[in-house]
């Protein structure tokens, strides 16, 4: 079965643009000029993924990713922002709102068909998640999206969640800036550092003192989420 693309852009020509590529590339795509008209329809289609301007007439595109974000039945969609907005803040701030990946304006058609297929393929069917993670004090469900620490609900943004809980999922092991980049935020853009260290500040800011220090940055490589102190290396 096809994959079934939600395309939403007030502009006529990218709009029609972007919908006759990806049905060039064996997709099915349903276009929108407003966020309210394909809100309207995603809980019915349920579409593999979206591709969303963030200034749209009406609601901004921002809004209706964290609508999408709030929803059970589609929250898990993987979604591209496609924008004129080039500043790293607004970045940050769309991949913070719930994008999976953003693309600045003007754009390749190819470029922006390789990260639908990367998105895609990280949303392939992996094995059920369990109900919980522990360790320490923080508790994570994959399920529900959320966390606490000593029963303490943690209020975090979205990609400040999936960073603890790629964290936490691999305790094991250290985690390098590049294998973060990838799996979180899923390409690399100038101030990369800067971005990744700034959600790591304000998730030990968010986790308190103990639970901050179960986030340790290992100098030169990268971060490893850990209970008890390793007396090498950590900062």
Do not use: C
């Amino acid at each position: 079965m096809m994959e079934l693309i939600y395309v939403i852009e007030d502009d006529d020509n990218i709009r029609d643009l972007i919908k006759i590529a990806l049905e060039g590339f064996g997709y099915q795509v349903k276009a929108f000029e407003t966020a309210e008209d394909a809100l309207q329809k995603i809980g019915a289609d349920k579409p593999d993924l979206g591709v969303f301007d963030l200034m749209l007439p009406g609601m901004d595109g921002l809004a209706a990713i964290r609508i999408i974000r709030r929803n059970p039945d589609i929250r898990e969609m993987p979604i591209i922002v496609l924008t004129a907005k080039d500043k790293e803040l607004d970045k940050v701030i769309g991949l913070d709102g719930g994008a999976d990946d953003y693309m600045t304006k003007p754009f390749g058609v190819l470029e922006l068909a390789a990260r639908i297929r990367l998105q895609l393929r990280k949303r392939a069917p992996k094995e059920a998640a369990k109900d919980v993670l522990a360790a320490g004090q923080l508790k994570m469900s994959p399920k529900t999206r959320e966390a606490w620490f000593r029963e303490r609900l943690l209020e975090l943004t979205y990609k400040e969640y999936e960073l603890l809980l790629y964290l936490l999922e691999n305790q094991a092991r250290v985690v390098s800036r590049e294998e973060l980049l990838n799996n979180i935020w899923g390409y690399e853009y100038d101030g990369e550092s800067r971005t990744l260290d700034m959600h790591i500040r304000t998730l030990r800011q968010k986790l308190g003192e103990e639970g901050g220090d179960y986030i340790k940055t290992i100098r030169g490589v990268g971060y490893r989420f850990r209970v008890t102190a390793s007396p090498e290396n950590e900062g």
